[in-house]
């Protein structure tokens, strides 16, 4: 929007606009620095089950650490490697990085989690998703059916048919395949039956409202009876407190991500033994990391 400062002189920016144009060209700027020279690693958070807290699978999410900045969040840097399409690249790594982490906790003992990766819309459009999964795969020796992708319910519904089908052929394969953010992406529950998926994430926001609003309880008792019924998994994002842990618990949710349990780390201490991202030390399948 066109404004004058008073002097008769037009601006095209705001001083906020301006602020954010800077930031976002600094971030791309440090985010080419950043991907050639390797700065980020990526964190794991458990998402277990209901009953007993024994991790079903975790959820690999990248960090980068700044040197001047800190650490900055992936809700400010993925949207812009996705604008820039460095999230390819970046992309290409966090798969590779994230199947040879599984792999290797699995040589450790660690052999019935899976690892569950985000993969954006971007990637789904420009890579060859089959062959560019079954590469990694290849690479690090992971099976098919140690990987899951998390793509986002709006990603999921403008998808073409050609993703979809790439999407199917990985399932056949072994690959699971989540729908992330669910509720959040406007489709209809009806279309859930057509897409190629095994899990459903339902969004956080409604773990959150839940306890306050009833039409929010309304919502994920409906998405959970509808995905049973579709034989799909399903797990509740998000959750902090033990009464939206019951809640989940009692709408027939069998799995729970969330602070509660564990914050997403780089090193666990599961059971007696420790499992590390760096280092691989021996985490055993069905311990509990948190008990209610
Ligand atoms: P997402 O895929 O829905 O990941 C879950 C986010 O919720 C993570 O945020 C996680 O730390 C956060 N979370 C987990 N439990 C709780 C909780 O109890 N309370 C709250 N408030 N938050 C919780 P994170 O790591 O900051 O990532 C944010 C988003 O950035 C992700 O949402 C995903 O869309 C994107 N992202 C993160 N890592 C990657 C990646 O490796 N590749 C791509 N393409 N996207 C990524
Ligand atoms: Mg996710
Ligand atoms: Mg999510
Ligand atoms: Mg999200």
């Known amino acids: 929007r066109a404004k004058t400062d008073g002097r008769g002189i037009f601006r095209v920016y705001s001083p906020e606009m301006g602020n954010k144009m800077r930031r976002y060209h600094y971030l791309l700027e440090e985010l080419r620095l950043a991907i050639s020279s390797n700065s980020f690693h990526m964190s794991f958070q458990p998402i277990v089950h209901v009953e007993d807290c024994a991790i079903d699978y975790f959820e690999a999410l990248i960090r980068w650490q700044h040197p001047i900045e800190g650490l900055i969040p992936p809700s400010e840097f993925i949207p812009i490697a996705e604008e820039s399409n460095l999230i390819l690249e970046l992309g290409d790594w966090i798969l590779l990085e994230?199947?040879?982490?599984?792999?290797?906790?699995?040589?450790?003992?660690?052999?019935?989690?899976?690892?569950?990766?985000?993969?954006?819309?971007?990637?789904?459009?420009?890579?060859?998703?089959?062959?560019?999964?079954?590469?990694?795969?290849?690479?690090?020796?992971?099976?098919?059916?140690?990987?899951?992708?998390?793509?986002?319910e709006s990603t999921l519904i403008t998808a073409s048919e050609d993703i979809i089908q790439q999407l199917d052929s990985c399932?056949?394969?072994?690959?699971?395949?989540?729908?992330?953010?669910?509720?959040?992406?406007?489709?209809?529950?009806?279309?859930?039956?057509?897409?190629?998926?095994d899990v459903i994430k339902i969004d956080k926001l409604f773990i959150t409202q839940a306890n306050e609003n009833p039409k929010y309880l309304k919502i994920l008792n409906s998405i959970s009876e509808l995905g049973h019924q579709l034989g799909l998994k399903i797990v509740a994002e998000g959750v902090e407190?033990?009464?939206?842990?019951?809640?989940?618990?009692?709408?027939?949710?069998?799995?729970?991500?969330?602070?509660?349990?564990?914050?997403?780390?780089?090193?666990?201490?599961?059971?007696?033994?420790?499992?590390?991202?760096?280092?691989?030390?021996?985490?055993?399948?069905?311990?509990?990391?948190?008990?209610?």
Not at 174 to 196: K, M, N, Q, R, Y
């Open 241 to 292: 407190q033990i009464d939206q842990f019951e809640l989940v618990k009692n709408l027939g949710i069998r799995c729970v991500q969330g602070y509660l349990v564990s914050r997403p780390e780089t090193s666990y201490n599961v059971g007696s033994k420790v499992l590390t991202g760096n280092v691989n030390h021996i985490a055993t399948t069905g311990t509990s990391v948190w008990l209610p």
């Open 171 to 197: 399932r056949k394969a072994g690959v699971s395949v989540a729908i992330d953010d669910f509720g959040t992406g406007f489709s209809s529950l009806s279309t859930l039956a057509d897409l190629p998926i």
């Open 98 to 152: 994230s199947c040879r982490q599984m792999s290797a906790w699995h040589n450790a003992g660690m052999k019935k989690v899976k690892i569950s990766v985000n993969v954006s819309g971007i990637q789904l459009k420009h890579r060859d998703i089959y062959n560019w999964v079954m590469d990694s795969l290849n690479k690090t020796g992971l099976p098919a059916s140690s990987l899951m992708l998390e793509i986002t």
